[in-house]
């Protein structure tokens, strides 16, 4: 099991049903309504938060990594 399935799985139903949104969100483009910052010193990471939760991702000529 890898870190990201182990972290998953520490998450309640609704936590992942969020995570699931925002990830689909991401890949459609449709990003206005989410919490998203860049990283101090990186002009390519961001990160999207809610609570605790936190998704960090890499834009690389207009593709998420």
Partial sequence: MDKIEK???????KEREWVRN???Q???GKTGSLDIK???GR???F???KG???????MNGGNIF
């Avoid at 972290?7 to 139903?13: E, I, N, P, Q």
């Avoid at 605790?52 to 890499?58: E, H």
């Fill in 38 to 40: 860049k990283l101090k």
């Fill in 26 to 28: 991401l890949y459609s």
């Fill in 52 to 58: 605790d939760i936190r998704i960090l991702y890499r």
């Fill in 47 to 49: 990160r999207i938060r």
């Fill in 7 to 13: 972290a998953l799985r520490k998450l309640t139903a």
């Fill in 22 to 24: 925002v990830l689909e």
């Fill in 43 to 45: 002009s390519d990471i």
